[in-house]
């Protein structure tokens, strides 16, 4: 074998062994299907504080399900000889969907524990812009098995990024509402820690997007 073709041949081979290894990829899929559910389900919550419906102790057990799952990749992982991926890339990127249940966990908790009664404008509005992010990422990652798709990841992981920024404008703009208009310190207190939690769902969305976009230009390219 020329000496030239050589490296050629093997990066061509050790690609299409790496493809073989497909397991991990319907797992990125389910979990990023349940942060949808979970933050789905926390917008329902918001809607009624009261909550009639359980969404609380729905968002508990997605969460429970979406932890077997990270502990699924992880086995995986240590298992798999060709994984698609490096290893950190694939441990990275469950461990960052997991904050996104972690946090609408938090979240809901934060509403039920802190018995709040009552919720602002700006409070939905952040809650909405982290479900148009989890509904972005659970685009992307159905895409990251077809190498094709870099692209279409890519922009996606954009729109992620600019939904980020949105919530940060959002979450400014509601301090400073807050302690202007706001009487009561508790209240001041309920609603600070609600408007944090929920944006700070949009920045681990965006740092799932950064994982995304780090797989697509550091292996797709290959």
């Not at 490296?7 to 797992?27: E, S, V």
């Not at 249940?101 to 602002?120: G, N, R, S």
């Amino acid at each position: 074998m020329p000496e030239r073709v050589a490296p050629r041949f093997w990066r061509t081979l050790l690609m299409r062994l790496r493809l073989r290894d497909r397991r991990f990829y319907p797992l990125f899929q389910l979990h990023a299907q349940l942060s949808r559910s979970g933050v789905e389900a926390l917008l329902q919550l918001l809607g009624d504080l009261e909550d009639p419906h359980g969404m609380v102790r729905e968002i508990e057990a997605l969460e429970k399900r979406a932890d077997g799952i990270v502990y699924e990749v992880h086995a995986a992982v240590r298992r798999s000889l060709f994984p698609p991926h490096p290893r950190a890339s694939i441990v990275d990127l469950i461990n960052r969907l997991d904050d996104i249940l972690d946090l609408t966990e938090d979240a809901a908790q934060t509403i039920h524990l802190y018995h709040v009664t009552a919720l602002t404008p700006e409070a939905m509005r952040l809650a909405q812009l982290a479900l148009d992010a989890v509904q972005r990422i659970e685009q992307a990652v159905g895409l990251l098995s077809q190498p094709s798709a870099g692209q279409q990841i890519l922009a996606l992981c954009e729109q992620v990024d600019d939904l980020e920024a949105q919530a940060d404008h959002v979450l400014r703009s509601a301090m400073s509402k807050l302690f202007r208009e706001e009487p009561d310190a508790r209240e001041l207190i309920k609603l600070r820690a609600v408007y944090e939690v929920l944006e700070e769902l949009t920045d681990v969305c965006k740092d799932v997007a950064a994982d995304m976009e780090a797989i697509v230009l550091g292996h797709f390219a290959g």
